[in-house]
């Protein structure tokens, strides 16, 4: 903390904000992903490795390649972003969303340029290689249970830990707001993919990257 507490308290509610945001486009990406990519992740990776598993074994409908794929480009994206993302929390964090933003971007034209099987391990490495980008950075600012990419953790806590909803910075709050962010974005993500285009559903992820990384470099850290 520094010495202005009131200006702490508007960052980190800053940062929570963004944060929150972040989920929500994990949200929104991984029904990308599971509704048109096939049974693949981009964000959620625990459920890749089940995948994978499943693949190993010779269940239909699932793929080594796309999981093996969806993986690497994770660990790529986390990696690069481990060894690049230096600065102040709101720095790392407004550049990561930018080049989130940017791949999200890319993906969309690639969704809107091509179908088939090329296209679709194309917007998976892309959206995998920024997934694994915010959760480094997510990592790295160790936010209470705002991941932004799993909820696993969070809804242990939610109901292992007694609620405490009348206390500043609530715990109880902040992880039911991770749960609803995730679900936001999952219903938001499977509507546009279903009722008008995958294109469309990543549009509104690349929006609200954009958003979020204005928002922390507008509220960053001072140096």
């Known amino acids: 903390m520094g010495d202005n507490p009131e200006r702490d308290r508007r960052d980190q509610a800053t940062l929570l904000r963004c944060l929150l945001a972040m989920t929500v486009v994990t949200g929104v990406v991984d029904a990308v992903s599971i509704l048109r990519l096939g049974h693949v992740f981009v964000a959620n990776m625990t459920g890749n490795v089940a995948f994978l598993g499943f693949a190993l074994a010779g269940a239909s409908g699932f793929s080594v390649l796309a999981s093996v794929v969806a993986v ?40 809107l340029a091509g179908t088939g099987t090329a296209p679709r391990y194309a917007i998976a490495v892309v959206l995998a290689l920024a997934m694994g980008g915010q959760n480094a950075t997510a990592r790295k600012l160790a ?81």
């Open 143 to 223: 936010v209470p249970d705002m991941t932004t990419t799993v909820l696993t953790l969070t809804l242990t806590g939610l109901a292992a830990d007694r609620p405490e909803l009348g206390k500043p910075g609530s715990h109880t709050r902040r992880r039911g707001a991770a749960i609803a962010a995730m679900l936001v974005g999952a219903i938001s993500g499977a509507l546009l993919v279903l009722h008008v285009s995958t294109a469309c559903a990543l549009g509104l992820a690349t929006a609200i990257l954009a958003a979020v990384a204005h928002t922390a470099w507008k509220h960053r850290d001072p140096t």
């Open 72 to 111: 690497a480009a994770f660990i790529a994206g986390a990696a690069i972003t481990a060894r690049t993302g230096k600065g102040t929390p709101r720095h790392a964090l407004g550049r990561t969303a930018a080049v989130e933003a940017a791949l999200c971007a890319a993906a969309t034209i690639v969704a």
